[in-house]
């Protein structure tokens, strides 16, 4: 079975945020010891906004490895020349597509003030899929994936609530239930060990991950972990996924772990 990790960050400068390992930098070869440990055959690098060389990290590690590594890039949302980047996106080595985090507040009304309103039709058309960790967003991107049929959507982290543990984590998820009737939605089923209080195997969580299975079925969720936030091993990441839930097997299970997430997002390794 060929496991892909749906996210992963690497950098080379910068203070990584608080829920992060707290090191100047995470290489790819850094990443490539950890995986093989692990038993990860692939990872998708989505650039962090706190190394602002982050972008280019990410390229170079796509094209020293690119059976390893690809990449969901950024650009600012909110400068006009970003708009000149989109045709030509794809010809970065690895670059399979976009990913967005609104973490900072000027960035939280982007969705819904007009300033995105430009990027839908644009990656729809240049077959770009695009993540977005908008938790706080989910009817907004119902909206969007309705007016754009080809546009490909993922969700971060299960929409889980940043910072919040247990059933105050999944406060979102019947907002991202309701968004599995959107056959252009997917989700990361990523980050789960830390959406709980609970000790490993997170027996507390597994009920949450197999309702968001259930909607949105083996091609459209995505195991990952957002590595360097994990409060396990990664080996335990993965086990978590193929050995402690009895109700994902077989063919769903070979989609999950990776098969599903290289279709969507077009990467022929």
């Known amino acids: 079975m060929r496991i892909v990790d749906s996210q992963i960050h690497l950098w080379s400068s910068g203070k990584p945020n608080g829920v992060h390992r707290q090191v100047s930098s995470f290489t790819a070869e850094e990443a490539l010891k950890e995986m093989e440990t692990a038993g990860v055959d692939a990872a998708v690098i989505h650039p962090p906004g706190w190394d602002p060389n982050a972008g280019a990290v990410a390229v170079d590690a796509a094209r020293r490895y690119p059976q390893k590594f690809a990449v969901l890039g950024r650009f600012p949302l909110d400068k006009p020349e970003s708009r000149n980047l989109i045709d030509g996106w794809k010809k970065q080595p690895g670059m399979l597509g976009l990913r967005f985090t609104f973490l900072e507040p000027h960035q939280k ?3 819904t003030d007009g300033t995105m309103d430009w990027l839908w039709p644009a990656a729809e058309r240049a077959g770009l899929p695009v993540g977005l960790a908008a938790a706080d967003q989910l009817a907004t991107i119902g909206q969007v ?20 543990k247990d059933e105050a984590a999944f406060v979102k998820l019947p907002g991202l239930l309701a968004l599995a009737r959107h056959p252009n939605v997917a989700v990361k089923a ?6 709980s209080s609970e000790p490993y195997p997170y027996r507390n969580i597994q009920g949450h991950v197999r309702q968001i299975f259930d909607a949105f079925g083996p091609k459209r969720t995505f195991w990952g972990t957002d590595l360097t936030r994990m409060p396990c091993s990664y080996r335990q990441c993965v086990t978590l996924f193929t050995e402690e839930l009895p109700w994902l097997s077989g063919a769903d299970r070979e989609q999950v772990m990776g098969e599903a997430l290289c279709d969507w997002i077009g990467w022929k390794r």
């Open 109 to 111: 009304s982007w969705m």
């Open 190 to 195: 990523s980050a789960a060990p830390g959406t």
């Open 145 to 164: 994936a309705e007016r754009h049929p080809r546009l490909r959507l993922i969700i971060d982290h299960m929409a889980a609530v940043g910072g919040a």
